[in-house]
């Protein structure tokens, strides 16, 4: 176990990265509230990268809870797998599809990079790759190629490092081939009106192509370029531009003026949201023949590129879990991140951590309990707000200091809360338990698994919930309302027993409804009672960590003894 002083050097963290903070799934009010609470502290602290968390949905208690204290709820996390925006991958603004291959093709060489991404304002449009401009200057016959694509003048400009002396440099090119102008008698043949045409320094083919309706004449070598010609280029409505490139050169390095847009590849694109994760990302790409793979943003703008090199060094994601500590409640994909602290009041469950973590756990009744004396600790003045929540954790996993696992410390803690938040704890208690044990206008599935937790012995697994209620009436509206129901979560929970204990507070007793075939010969061993009507009633027990879950697992192991004798 590592000094809570200790705690803030384990937390330089890897460039101050984020953290989540995260109660068990089903989450109840301590699970939420000490999530809530010990984020403020660590941020208090110095470092506002500590972020509360939600693995499931809130219950009527702790809603009610937020609401009273006006704090905010927790966003939802479901899993803590690995996603693409935990990757070290190629982040890079798209380029405009007019840009020329040139152009693109020294980018790549600058920045080191094999893909780029055309993006129509911050959306996707397509893709190009040093294999496609290879591909595409090699296409020395395609003298349509330039037409085709209507490339700018612009880019044959930048292209061939040119000059124009007639025309329109943000006209593009509508129509006609590529031709080399030698002499009159040959161009005769070969040139038809609209072409473009690469010519030398004589004035007479210069002339002819002109006559003959060139689109666009290019004079090589910056040969001087005479007033009539200028004046002949403009009488027939003929672009005029003058490069410093020889005719052999400037034809090969023509075909690179083309906009990217027209060789990228648009259709079945395989891109990736950074929020994807990387088991499904690799699972993909080894599936895919391409190599690299756009990243787009949660608003579905261009991000980045992804390739297979970028799956091997992963920023895993760091986490404090509150509330438990035990993978069959925990969110999912934990293996997968970095646990940076445990603060727990269960037993000690099979949370296994790569290397040595923080892990505060005490015999309390709760977990803000525990929370509230790292705040003394550490000298942060507790608001009221938040000295509120944690009050109201304690008072629901003690039942207002009704349930055995209450100690004389979480009883300091609430009184000490409670003059913070200013708040009479008995008049608060009942209105909390009351707006959290109402079955109106909630689904079974919603009341079932406000509270509920799943258990395992070696390869058994079963799960136990609770509902608190502070009259008798509530308690049998809630068990008339959820019996029906068990069968239905074991299956959906793919659980082979399931109990939920309808726990009255203030007559310290509990209904214990149960699902599956060996479930009611369990609670017979375990609480030495006869069930009717698929209920066992528990006078005098009301806590599920301290009476029920143990007397279970004993009982359960005892099963198993015995049928691995049998």
């Known amino acids: 176990m590592t000094n809570p002083a200790h705690a803030h050097d384990t937390e330089t963290i890897e460039a101050l990265r984020k953290v989540n903070i995260i109660g068990h799934r089903n989450p109840d009010t301590d699970s939420i509230c000490s999530a809530i609470a010990y984020a403020y502290l660590k941020n208090a602290q110095g470092r506002k990268i500590f972020v509360p968390r939600r693995a499931g949905a809130l219950n009527r208690e702790t809603s009610f809870v937020l609401d009273y204290f006006n704090i905010p709820e927790p966003a939802l996390i479901t899993s803590v797998r690995p996603q693409i925006k935990d990757l070290a991958y190629d982040k890079q603004k798209g380029i405009d599809g007019n840009m020329s291959l040139l152009s693109a093709w020294t980018m790549m060489r600058e920045k080191a990079q094999d893909t780029l991404v055309i993006t129509e304002g911050e959306g996707l449009q397509g893709l190009i790759t040093v294999k496609d401009i290879a ?122 003026s083309v906009p990217v847009s027209s060789i990228m590849l648009r259709e079945n694109i395989v891109s990736f949201s950074e929020n994807t994760t990387v088991e499904e990302a690799r699972r993909i790409m080894s599936a895919s023949r391409h190599r690299f793979f756009p990243v787009l943003k949660e608003d579905g703008s261009f991000a980045g590129v992804l390739s297979s090199s970028n799956l091997i060094d992963i920023n895993r994601k760091h986490v404090i879990l509150v509330d438990h500590n035990e993978v069959s409640q925990a969110v999912d994909g934990l293996i997968h991140a970095k646990i940076m602290e445990i603060i727990d009041h269960h037993r000690i469950g099979n949370i296994e951590t790569a290397a040595p973590t923080f892990f505060r756990n005490e015999p309390v009744g709760c977990t803000c309990t525990i929370v509230k004396k790292i705040f003394d600790e550490a000298g942060v003045k507790t608001p009221a707000d938040i000295a509120g929540i944690m009050l109201s954790a304690i008072l629901s996993d003690t039942l207002t200091f009704r349930s055995p696992t209450c100690t004389e410390t979480d009883k300091k803690a609430a009184h000490d809360l409670a003059k913070i938040a200013k708040v009479d704890i008995e008049t608060y208690a009942d209105k909390m338990f009351d707006a959290g044990s109402s079955v109106d206008g909630s689904t079974q599935e919603e009341i079932f698994k406000s509270d509920f937790k799943v258990f395992s012995r070696g390869s058994a697994r079963f799960g136990v919930g609770q509902g608190s209620y502070m009259t008798e009436k509530s308690r049998k509206a809630a068990e008339e309302f959820i019996e029906p129901y068990l069968s239905t979560a074991a299956y959906n929970e793919e659980l082979p027993m399931v109990f939920y204990l309808f726990t009255n507070i203030k007559e310290k007793s509990s209904d214990l409804l149960y699902f599956g075939e060996e479930a009611e010969h369990l609670i017979r061993l375990a609480f030495d009672v006869v069930p009717q009507d698929g209920k066992a009633v528990l006078p005098g027990v009301v806590s599920r960590k301290k009476q029920v879950i143990p007397a279970l697992m004993s009982s359960l192991q005892y099963l198993l003894a015995e049928k691995d004798e049998a």
Do not use: H, W
Request: hydrophobic residues 40%.
């Open 135 to 256: 591909n595409a200057n090699m296409a020395i016959f395609d003298k349509d190629q330039i037409s085709r694509a209507k490339t700018p003048y612009k880019n044959i400009l930048e292209t061939l490092k040119g000059k124009m002396i007639v025309g329109d440099k943000n006209a593009r090119v509508e129509k006609g081939k590529l031709a080399v102008g030698t002499s009159a008698d040959i161009m005769e043949d070969v040139l038809s009106k609209g072409d473009m045409v690469l010519v030398s320094d004589k004035y007479e083919t210069q002339n002819y192509a002109i006559e003959a309706g060139a689109s666009c004449l290019i004079i090589c070598c910056d040969a001087p370029v005479s007033k009539a010609l200028i004046a002949n280029a403009k009488a027939n409505g003929c672009t005029l531009i003058a490069t410093p490139y020889e005719t052999y050169s400037a034809t090969r390095i023509i075909s690179m």
